[in-house]
């Protein structure tokens, strides 16, 4: 099953935007990209997800690069409340048997005031 | 409204008392999945379930059991629970079972095995 690769920790200003980089360099065909966050004391919650082209919503915006082999995810103007741990993962969409998912440690993000 | 729901949120129990933490959903999803978390370990997926009657491993089901005997409800058994089992479990669901679908946590269970 394809793994990603985060940065541990990360740090940004309040209201600068922050570029949360995830490399999947073993993603297949069929593997959506998603990302959650989890703040502190909370289940994790969903953020984004896309396949092959950039997705915006009103949380997030994602950037896939071109070979796929590596996404980020963009919050345009961070705030206090978006300090939380960011968790890029692969999801198989078809064509195989293992839907495990893999989530891994994630990135903690830090927002100065 | 739309809701993952884990029970019991927290529990003290002793070594060698099997224990069920339940997990239900209201939004008819087909996709599972049980969790743990420990510090420094991120989450790690134990079991997810593709739909009824369809389970299968994931990365740490050892001293897991689990069942898919109704589509809302996918409980967690630890039939004789060690401490190594203490730890933060999260259930999550997601509507179909393609990548494209988002996933539901539950609020958490805090586990502590004495």
């Known amino acids: 099953d394809a793994k990603t690769t985060q940065p541990n920790s990360m740090e940004s200003n309040e209201e600068e935007p922050v570029h949360l980089p995830c490399n999947h360099s073993t993603i297949s065909g069929t593997d959506y990209i998603h990302w959650y966050r989890q703040l502190p004391s909370q289940g994790p919650e969903y953020v984004i997800h896309?396949?092959?082209s950039n997705v915006n919503n009103r949380m997030a915006s994602l950037a896939i690069a071109e070979d796929r082999k590596s996404s980020t995810l963009i919050l345009h103007r961070a705030t206090l409340r978006d300090a939380a741990v960011y968790y890029c993962i692969l999801r198989l969409n078809s064509g195989g048997s293992n839907y495990k998912l893999t989530f891994g440690k994630g990135t903690l993000l830090t927002v100065n005031p | 409204e739309a809701q993952v729901t884990q029970n019991p949120r927290y529990l003290i129990t002793v070594t060698g008392k099997k224990l069920t933490v339940t997990c239900s959903q209201n939004?008819?999803?087909?996709?599972m999945s049980w969790y743990r978390q420990d510090p420094g370990l991120g989450l790690r997926q134990i079991y997810y379930?593709?739909?009824?009657?369809?389970?299968d491993k994931g990365d740490v089901p050892e001293g897991y059991k689990v069942s898919r005997k109704e589509k809302r409800n996918f409980p967690l058994i630890l039939e004789s629970p060690s401490p190594n089992q203490t730890s933060l479990y999260f259930c999550?669901?997601?509507f179909g079972t393609g990548g494209h679908g988002e996933l539901f946590f539950g609020e958490g269970s805090r586990l502590t095995v004495l």
């Open positions: 939004m008819n999803h087909e996709y």
């Open positions: 999550a669901s997601s």
């Open positions: 896309g396949l092959t």
């Open positions: 379930s593709m739909n009824v009657e369809v389970t």
